[in-house]
C-alpha cells in the first residue's frame, strides 16, 4: 500500500489531478463556511447582472452631501463621462466627418477610450454643420447635428440638484453634488458585490455555482457507487463462476450495451416523471445505466485471476464462493475498481448536465445543478446577449472536474497496468 501510493505521488498526471480536484472539493466545503448565503436567493429584481460591486445610489448621494464623507478630487471627471456615454459608432461617424468635411488629416484620431478628449476637442474646433458636406445625404446631416448637440450636453457640469419633499408636499432643494465630489466606498453602508454577476433570477451566480458544484459532486459520486457497485458484482460473478452464468450475465451486459446508455437514460428519466425527480433518483437512474463497461471490465480482470495458484489452493480449502471472491480475487482487482469508480464519477456528472440541458435532470427548487444552471443559461439566451458569467463559469467547472478525475485515471493506469509501466 506504501509503495503503491509512493508511486501515485510520483506520476506527474496523478498529481496534477489529484490537486485540481481536491482545490475544487475544498472550495465547495469551505465556501459555504464563510459566505453563509442562499444560493437560490434572488437577489436581483432584473436578469443577468454583470459582474462587479453594487452600491446603494440613496446612500451614496446621502454620503456625498454629508462634509466628513465626502472628498473633493482634482480629477477630470468628463474624459470617462465621455468614453461610456459615446458608443464607438459615434466616434467612427465624428472621425469621418472631421477627415472628409473637417480638414483633419486622415489617421491622426482614433476611437480608443484614452483618445476621446482629442476626439471631442477637434470636433468642438471643426465642426460647423454650415460647412459644405458634399454627397453628405439630409438624414446624415441631422445626424450629425443631433450628435453635436448631445456631445454639448454631455459637456456642460454634470452638478445634480438634491431635493426633498417639504411637509407642504412641495419639492425643497437640500443641496447640490458636483461633479468633482468623491465618496469612500467603504463608507457605503449597503453594497454587495457579485464576483460572477447575477443568473436570469437574480441570484448571486458565484453561491449558487459553488452549490451547484457541491450537488453535481454527490450526484457523480451516488451515481459512481451504484454503477461501480452493480458492475462489480456481475463482473466478479461472470469472471467467477463461468459457464451459463457467464453467458446470462454477458447477454444481458450486451443487451445494454448495444443500446446507446444515453438513450436508456432519457426513457427512464422521462417515463418516472418530473415531480419524482430528484437528486438522488437522478444519480441512481444514471448509475442504473452506465455499469456495463465496469462489468466487462472486472469479468476480464476475473477470468485472468480464477486459475491462480493461489485460488486454486483455496479452492481445495474447501473456502466458499464469496470468501475466494472477497479474500483471493478482490484485492487484485482493487485498483481496477477505484479506476472505474473515477471515471463512472466523472461520467455521472457528464450524464446529470446532458439530462438536466434536455430538461430532464432533477426537478428541484431547494438546490442547483450543473446542468440546471447551462439550462436556465439556455433558455434565457445568455449566450445571445453576452452573459457570459452565466454560463461559462460553469463549462469550466465541469471541464475542471472531468479533466482532473480523467489525469487521475490516467495516472494510476500507468502505475497499475503493466504494459504501460516504465
Not at 480449502?317 to 472505474?340: N, T, W
Request: charged share 15%; glycine share 8%.
Amino acid at each position: 500500500m506504501g509503495n503503491t501510493l509512493k508511486q501515485l505521488r510520483r506520476s506527474p498526471q496523478f498529481m496534477i489531478g489529484f490537486v485540481i480536484f481536491i482545490t475544487v472539493l475544498a472550495l465547495v466545503i469551505i465556501y459555504p463556511l464563510i459566505v453563509a448565503a442562499d444560493p437560490l436567493e434572488m437577489v436581483g429584481q432584473g436578469i443577468f447582472y454583470k459582474p462587479g460591486t453594487y452600491v446603494s445610489v440613496a446612500d451614496t448621494v446621502i454620503q456625498s452631501m454629508v462634509s466628513e464623507k465626502s472628498y473633493i478630487l482634482n480629477i477630470d471627471t468628463s474624459a470617462n463621462r465621455l468614453s461610456s456615454r459615446i458608443s464607438v459608432e459615434d466616434r467612427k461617424a465624428m472621425i469621418d466627418w472631421l477627415e472628409k468635411y473637417g480638414g483633419v488629416e486622415e489617421g491622426t484620431l482614433s476611437t480608443a477610450d484614452d483618445e476621446v478628449g482629442k476626439l471631442i476637442d477637434t470636433w468642438c474646433e471643426k465642426y460647423d454643420a454650415s460647412n459644405p458636406q458634399k454627397g453628405l445625404i439630409a438624414a446624415r446631416k441631422k445626424y450629425y447635428v443631433r450628435l453635436d448637440s448631445s456631445l454639448k450636453e454631455l459637456l456642460k457640469s454634470q452638478d445634480i440638484i438634491v431635493s426633498e419633499y417639504g411637509e407642504d408636499g412641495e419639492l425643497e432643494k437640500r443641496g447640490k453634488v458636483a461633479d468633482n465630489i468623491y465618496v469612500n466606498v467603504k463608507d457605503i453602508p449597503n453594497q454587495r458585490t457579485f464576483l460572477l454577476g447575477t443568473d436570469n433570477f437574480g441570484r448571486d451566480v458565484l453561491t449558487e455555482l459553488i452549490y451547484a458544484t457541491r450537488t453535481s459532486l454527490l450526484i457523480g459520486f451516488i451515481a459512481g457507487i451504484v454503477a461501480t457497485g452493480i458492475g462489480l458484482f456481475f463482473g466478479l460473478l461472470a469472471g467467477f463462476l463461468g459457464g451459463f452464468a457467464d453467458d446470462f450475465i454477458m447477454f444481458v451486459t450486451n443487451l445494454f450495451t448495444v443500446v446507446p446508455s444515453f438513450v436508456i437514460l432519457i426513457l427512464i428519466s422521462y417515463s418516472v416523471g418530473q415531480e419524482a425527480r430528484g437528486v438522488f433518483m437522478v444519480a441512481v437512474i444514471i448509475g442504473l445505466t452506465s455499469w456495463t463497461w465496469t462489468t466487462r471490465s472486472v469479468r476480464s480482470q476475473v477470468i485472468s485471476l480464477r486459475n491462480r495458484d493461489h485460488v486454486n489452493m483455496s479452492k481445495l480449502s474447501g473456502h466458499g464462493l464469496f470468501r475466494i471472491i472477497l479474500v483471493d480475487i478482490l484485492p487484485y482487482i482493487a485498483s481496477y475498481v477505484v479506476m472505474a469508480f473515477i471515471l463512472q464519477i466523472s461520467s455521472g456528472i457528464l450524464a446529470e448536465a446532458q439530462l438536466s440541458m434536455l430538461g430532464l435532470g432533477p426537478a428541484t427548487t431547494k438546490t442547483a445543478t450543473l446542468g440546471l444552471m447551462m439550462n436556465w443559461a439556455l433558455t434565457y439566451t445568455a449566450h445571445l446577449n453576452g452573459s457570459w458569467w452565466a454560463y461559462f463559469p460553469v463549462i469550466l467547472v465541469i471541464a475542471l472536474i472531468s479533466f482532473s478525475l480523467n489525469l487521475m485515471n490516467t495516472g494510476m493506469d500507468q502505475v497499475f497496468n503493466p504494459t504501460l509501466r516504465d
